[in-house]
């Protein structure tokens, strides 16, 4: 929902603000007013192209700024997060454009580049008229509103699913295959390397356990004399620190019999005897058993070496060679078992593709009874709007392939071209004259036929266009009376699932709003500007009045205006 359009210094605009309601929004006013020159500001925040001659005279640059809520709409959520834009449930876009013809677009005041602005406006305004900004007018938003009509979701979702496994499934044949002369041209040099890695046969930690080793073999002369000495210090030699400590304990005891205070360092002193022990007793044991073995010196010197020639040659470190032995090991083993890894990833992806080509085509028989309907309905409802010869058709094609090796959806003996949403290529075709094919409906004309056009749609395809606010602008041209009333019960029926801001000359399409505004062109004799506000009941019965029967209002006229508000009420 817009809440809040605020313009700075656009065309007639000095500054304007108006908060917008639920419901339909009507914006009427005299011709030249101002009224289109709002919708064309509205533009700019959506992402259409700025145009620095807009610039209201004498300033420098031209400001428009939307507030808008947008509570629950997790596709606006993700384009936010990608984009490292915090989501907030009220967002505010704001679009500057200088006198030099620069533009910059905000979100939440951090910059964003323009095609961001643009995928952000996707998500919340349809603006129909003479903008670019039609949601129906791009072809490759029909197929999902016909799924949203039908309530194709489940069943879309598991062609997608079963869709995304077959591809997976070919992508994966097609490495293989890819790789196949490779793995035969490199399978005798992994070979070469295998065996020249076994032949060592490094195990994990190995080298780390060996340089321990080789460091006490290099110094077993230096570490024997110097156990040697420290034996005969603590426990062998005269003097030893073991014999003192023993002369200590016992003074200690002596003293303690005398005095109660030296108990406690007695008892230390007992403890640094049994300490010394154990220390002597280590020393004793290491040195007893240290080994002057040249042989496993030299050998452990030679394995060091052997693995130091596979590490520079496959990585770098231990971990790197072995991890290397295992990855050549698996291409080997892939390269001896190829044909059956490829007969059995084939085997797969005709299950598979057996599966996705039958939910496809379910999808596509029911997307035809869909369309069908969407169909009949939309020319119902250009008939009501005054346009009684429309044709519409929802035409949905299909492309067979010529080359059906990775085809993913096979039916019968044909071979279709398939994308993550169906086989089916979905397009909006229509014809508003008698005699007339109908045309892509990209290609019919702009202005109010367009709007009339986009509005029956809007009705029959309320509930399933997920657009939250819907924007018209000359939807009342070329109609009158009775048309002009079922417009009006049209965008009534349709504001309850959408925000509408509408611009209108009719009284039987004022007369249905939820809330009334008018734009006025003001002249101070200096300058001229244009001003919006929002109406009470009395003005709007007066602006409704006005648009009955001119500036020469009457009771009758009044009276008029009050029940055309009045039967808007009824029909809510």
Do not use: C
Not at 259 to 271: G, L, T, V
Not at 293 to 313: F, Q, T, Y
Not at 424 to 442: A, L, M
């Amino acid at each position: 929902m817009l809440q809040n359009l605020t313009i700075k210094n656009y065309a007639l605009i000095e500054e304007l603000s108006v908060d917008f309601e639920r419901g339909l929004n009507i914006i009427t006013g005299e011709t030249g007013a101002g009224k289109s020159i709002i919708i064309d500001a509205m533009g700019l925040i959506l992402g259409e192209r700025a145009d620095a001659e807009m610039i209201r005279k004498g300033s420098d640059k031209a400001v428009v700024e939307g507030i808008f809520d947008v509570t629950d709409n997790k596709k606006l959520k993700k384009i936010l997060e990608d984009n490292e834009i915090e989501f907030e449930n009220h967002l505010i876009i704001r679009r500057d454009i200088s006198a030099k013809g620069q533009s910059r677009a905000y979100i939440n005041d951090s910059p964003i580049p323009l095609t961001v602005l643009k995928d952000v406006g996707n998500l919340l305004v349809d603006l129909h008229g003479q903008h670019e900004h039609q949601s129906l007018l791009q072809t490759d938003t029909h197929i999902d509103l016909l799924d949203d009509f039908g309530g194709l979701e489940a069943l879309k979702e598991e062609y997608h699913e079963s869709y995304k496994k077959t591809i997976a499934t070919v992508n994966a044949i097609k490495d293989l295959e890819s790789r196949e002369q490779q793995l035969i041209e490199k399978r005798s040099f992994y070979e070469f390397q295998i065996r020249e890695i076994d032949t060592v046969n490094p195990q994990v930690n190995e080298e780390e356990e060996l340089e321990r080793e080789l460091r006490i073999l290099e110094n077993a002369e230096k570490i024997f004399s110097s156990t040697e000495r420290l034996y005969q210090m603590l426990y062998e030699g005269d003097n030893s620190i073991h014999d003192q400590l023993i002369v200590t304990r016992n003074e200690l005891e002596r003293l303690s019999e005398i005095d109660p205070q030296f108990n406690e360092i007695r008892s230390e002193a007992a403890s640094a005897s049994a300490i010394i022990d154990e220390i002597a007793k280590f020393i004793q044991q290491y040195n007893s058993k240290i080994d002057f073995n040249p042989d496993r010196l030299e050998e452990i010197r030679d394995r060091l070496g052997n693995i130091s020639i596979l590490k520079k040659k496959y990585g770098g470190s231990l971990d790197a060679v072995l991890s290397y032995r295992d990855k050549i090991g698996k291409e080997v083993a892939l390269a001896e078992n190829f044909k059956d890894e490829i007969n059995t990833l084939k085997d797969k992806f005709e299950l598979q593709r057996k599966h996705t080509s039958e939910v496809a085509q379910r999808l596509s028989i029911k997307r035809n009874e869909v369309g069908n309907k969407i169909s009949n309905l939309i020319v119902k409802s250009l008939s009501e709007l005054g346009m009684p010869n429309s044709v519409f058709e929802v035409k949905l094609s299909q492309r067979e392939l010529q080359d059906s090796k990775w085809a993913i959806v096979k039916i019968g003996k044909n071979y279709f071209e398939s994308t993550p949403r169906g086989i089916d290529f979905v397009e909006f075709y229509i014809s508003t004259n008698v005699g007339e094919d109908p045309k892509p409906i990209s290609k019919v004309a702009s202005g109010g036929e367009i709007s009339r056009i986009m509005l029956a749609m809007k009705t029959v395809l309320a509930k399933s266009d997920k657009l939250p606010i819907l924007v018209f602008d000359e939807i009342d041209v070329g109609i009158s009376g009775k048309i002009a009333q079922i417009v009006g019960q049209n965008l009534n029926k349709l504001s309850k699932f959408h925000q509408i801001i509408a611009i209108t000359h009719l009284p039987q399409i004022a007369g249905f709003a939820d809330s009334h505004y008018k734009v006025e062109k003001i002249d101070d004799g200096k300058r001229a500007r244009t001003v919006i506000h929002k109406l009470n009941y009395d003005e709007r019965v007066h602006e409704v009045a006005t648009l009955l029967s001119g500036e020469d209002i009457t009771d009758s006229g009044l009276r008029s205006a009050k029940e055309l508000i009045e039967n808007k009420k009824s029909k809510k």
